[in-house]
C-alpha cells in the first residue's frame, strides 16, 4: 500500500478529524462531504459510488417547460398546496397508463422530491393510532428514510427480507403485525440498494397483511419502471409498474422525478394516495392538527407546515415529461437503461478481481442491472473496506445502514461513473486486490 492511488496519511487523517470516523455507520452526505475534502486535497478523481445522483441529462422536454414557465412569471406566484391542476391531471393519467390503477387528480400531489413525501407521509402514519406507534421497514433500504423517523421522534422496527422472499413474506409480516403496534409497511420497488424487485405474489401478500390489520402501505417508486428485465414503456400496454395498489387501498405511492427523469436538482415528486384512503376521516388527525379528512390533513397541514408547496415552475417541468411519456412522445425508460448497462459492467469489474455481489439473487432469477448494486470483499468488514478504498480513491456506503444483515457489504451506484472510467476503475480495483490477496 505504499503506492496507493490517494496518499493513506491524507484519508487517516481527514477520518481522523470526523465526528463519526466509524465509516461504516456514516450517512450518505457525511461520506459525501468526506471524498469532497479528499479530492480536494489530494488532486485525485475519486471512482464515486457514494450517492445516487442521477448521470444524466435532464430531458429537454422538461427544461424547456420549466423555462417556459417562469419567462411567464409564476416565480411570483406562490404555488397552490396542493399543486397545478395540469400535474395533478397528468400524474392520475401516468398511474393509470404505467401501473394500471384509477385514482383521482385530487390525491395526486407535488411534493419537495420524495424525501419530502416520504418525511409527510411517515408523519402522518404515525398519528393515526395511539396504540401503532411503530413502522415497519422491509429492508435493506434508503438509510435516509431513518434518519426521517430519528428526526421526528417516531419508532420504526425492520427486517431483511432477502430470506424470506415468496410465501415466506407473509409469515414474517404476520410476526411483526400481530403484535398490533405496526401502523405502516415501508419498501422501496425496485430496492435501493439491492435492487432486488418484489414480485405481484409479494405485493399481494403485503397488501392483504395491510388490510388485515389496517396499516398504510407506503410504496416508494424511486426507481419507477427501472426493472430492465421487462419492458415497463408502453403506456397503457402491459406490462406494468408492480404496485400494491392492485391489492390494497390502504397505499400511499412516491413517484419521484430524480431518477426515472434525472431531474434531481429541481427536488420535485409526487405523493399519490388512494381515493378511499384520501377520504378518510381521523379523530387523531383532527385532535392533532385540527383537520380530520386524511388527504386535506397532508395538504393543509403537513405540507403547508413543511414547505408551503413546491416550487412552481418544476411542476411545469414535471407536468410536460409525464405528459409526453403519457402519449407515448417520451419514452423516459429508454433513456436510463443506460444504468442497468454500466452496473453489468461494473459488477464484473468488480468481481474479476475479488469481490463478490452480496444481494446476487431476485428469488430463483438473475438479479436485475440497474441504479445499485451491493459488494463486498472476503475478510474484511465494512468500515475497513471503505476506509481501504478510499486510498484507491473508490467511494461507497455501507449496508449497514440500509438495515442489511450483511456486516461487510457495501452499496455502489452506478449513475457518476461513466464507461470512459472503467479502465481506471479496474486498474484501481486490480490494484486493491493485489495489495489485499484473498487467502
Given amino acids: ?165 415468496g410465501p415466506k413474506l407473509r409469515a414474517k409480516l404476520e410476526e411483526h403485525c400481530a403484535k398490533g403496534n405496526i401502523n405502516s409497511i415501508i419498501y422501496s420497488n425496485p430496492n435501493n440498494p439491492s435492487w432486488i424487485c418484489l414480485t405481484p405474489e409479494e405485493l399481494a401478500i403485503i397488501g392483504d397483511i395491510a388490510n388485515k390489520y389496517n ?67 381521523f379523530d387523531t388527525l383532527k385532535n392533532r392538527f385540527g383537520v380530520s379528512t386524511l388527504g386535506q390533513c397532508v395538504i393543509q397541514r403537513l405540507i403547508y407546515a413543511t414547505s408551503s408547496g413546491t416550487s412552481h415552475s418544476p411542476q411545469y417541468a414535471m407536468y410536460a415529461m409525464l405528459k409526453a411519456a403519457n402519449s407515448g412522445q417520451f419514452n423516459f425508460i429508454d433513456d436510463v437503461k443506460e444504468y442497468g448497462r454500466r452496473a453489468a459492467a461494473m459488477k464484473k469489474i468488480f468481481t474479476n478481481h475479488g469481490f463478490y455481489i452480496v444481494y446476487d439473487k431476485d428469488l430463483d432469477h438473475e438479479l436485475a442491472d440497474g441504479f445499485y448494486f451491493t459488494i463486498a470483499y472476503p475478510g474484511m468488514d465494512t468500515t475497513p473496506l471503505l476506509t481501504n478504498l478510499l486510498y484507491y480513491g473508490i467511494s461507497a456506503i455501507g449496508l449497514i445502514n440500509c438495515g442489511s444483515e450483511h456486516t461487510g457489504g457495501l452499496r455502489a451506484c452506478v449513475s457518476q461513473i461513466k464507461p470512459e472510467n472503467f479502465d481506471e476503475l479496474e486498474k484501481r480495483i486490480k490494484q486493491f486486490n493485489n495489495d489485499f490477496p484473498i487467502r
Fill in 1 to 165: 500500500m505504499n503506492h496507493t492511488p490517494v496518499n493513506k496519511n491524507l484519508v487517516d487523517q481527514a477520518i481522523s478529524q470526523l465526528k463519526n470516523p466509524d465509516l461504516g455507520t456514516s450517512t450518505i452526505r457525511e461520506i459525501v462531504r468526506l471524498v469532497n475534502q479528499l479530492e480536494e486535497q489530494s488532486g485525485v478523481k475519486f471512482m464515486r459510488m457514494e450517492m445516487g445522483v442521477p448521470g444524466l441529462k435532464p430531458p429537454q422536454i422538461g427544461t424547456d417547460a420549466e423555462i417556459e414557465a417562469l419567462k411567464n412569471g409564476v416565480a411570483s406566484d406562490y404555488p397552490m398546496l396542493d399543486g397545478i391542476k395540469p400535474l395533478k391531471e397528468e400524474t392520475a393519467r401516468f398511474v393509470k397508463n404505467f401501473m394500471d390503477i384509477d385514482i383521482l387528480p385530487t390525491g395526486c400531489i407535488p411534493t419537495v422530491g420524495s424525501m419530502q413525501g416520504s418525511f409527510v407521509s411517515f408523519l402522518l402514519a404515525s398519528n393515526l393510532y395511539p396504540e401503532k406507534d411503530t413502522a415497519l421497514f422491509i429492508d435493506p433500504g434508503f438509510s435516509v428514510q431513518k434518519v426521517q423517523f430519528k428526526v421526528m421522534g417516531h419508532k420504526f422496527d425492520h427486517f431483511d427480507v432477502y430470506h424470506h422472499r
Fill in 215 to 281: 396499516l398504510i402501505v407506503i410504496e416508494d417508486l424511486a426507481y419507477f419502471g427501472m426493472d430492465f428485465r421487462h419492458d415497463l414503456s408502453k403506456p397503457g400496454k402491459p406490462p406494468y409498474q408492480p404496485t400494491v395498489a392492485k391489492y390494497t387501498s390502504n397505499y400511499i405511492i412516491l413517484i419521484s422525478s430524480s431518477k426515472a427523469f434525472s431531474y434531481a436538482g429541481q427536488r420535485i415528486a409526487m405523493l399519490c394516495i388512494s381515493d378511499a384512503l384520501y377520504a378518510r376521516d
